[in-house]
């Protein structure tokens, strides 16, 4: 049996290990940083309290990102009536502006423009899809069928193909 502060320990070094995975839906969600920080603390907590009833049969990256998108969505939806748009975080593409052509870059700001525009659990199918998550492995994050996860993501991509093509 393990004790508490071998369970701490083991809890901030996983948390630690997959920052990475609460800084993405954070930046995704929250517009500021002060509402980026608050979210960030809301997830930790959300996942400390379901620490002890994680099981082990599923892959801690996909608890993880269940717990943070659940809690995320339920901010968002909370900060809804003061924000009409959630702007992606500068973090969430990565790319150097030296190697970026002028088309290419302002074809990635229409593409995170309009990904903040979509519906909360849209928006959190893109972020998986981007991150290259398989779609059994966004079913199990999000919490629906392999079927409509695959649905959603032909749908989701239309939207984004007539946004492209609308923006001319």
């Given at each position: 049996m393990q004790t508490t502060t071998t369970?701490?320990?083991?809890?901030?070094?996983t948390i630690e290990a997959n920052k990475g995975i609460i800084f993405k839906i954070c930046n995704s969600y929250c517009p500021?940083?002060?509402?980026?920080?608050?979210?960030?603390?809301?997830i930790i907590f959300q996942l400390w309290k379901s620490w002890?009833?994680?099981?082990?049969?599923?892959?801690?990256?996909t608890w993880m990102y269940r717990i943070a998108l659940n809690?995320?969505?339920?901010?968002?939806?909370?900060?809804?009536?003061?924000?009409?748009t959630i702007l992606m975080g500068d973090h969430l593409i990565e790319l150097s502006d030296e190697l970026l052509e002028e088309g290419l870059e302002t074809n990635l700001?229409?593409?995170?423009?309009?990904?903040?525009?979509?519906?909360?659990?849209d928006r959190a199918l893109m972020i998986?899809?981007?991150?290259?998550?398989?779609?059994?492995?966004?079913?199990?994050?999000?919490?629906?069928?392999?079927t409509n996860v695959?649905?959603?993501?032909?749908?989701i991509k239309e939207q984004l193909k007539q946004k492209f093509n609308n923006q001319d």
């Open positions: 369970v701490q320990q083991d809890f901030v070094s500021n940083a002060a509402d980026r920080e608050d979210l960030a603390q809301e002890s009833n994680f099981d082990q049969a599923y892959k801690l990256s809690v995320a969505i339920s901010f968002y939806r909370k900060e809804k009536n003061s924000t009409n700001n229409a593409l995170q423009q309009f990904i903040n525009e979509l519906k909360p659990l998986l899809y981007l991150e290259e998550k398989t779609h059994k492995e966004m079913a199990e994050i999000i919490g629906i069928s392999t695959a649905t959603k993501i032909g749908r």
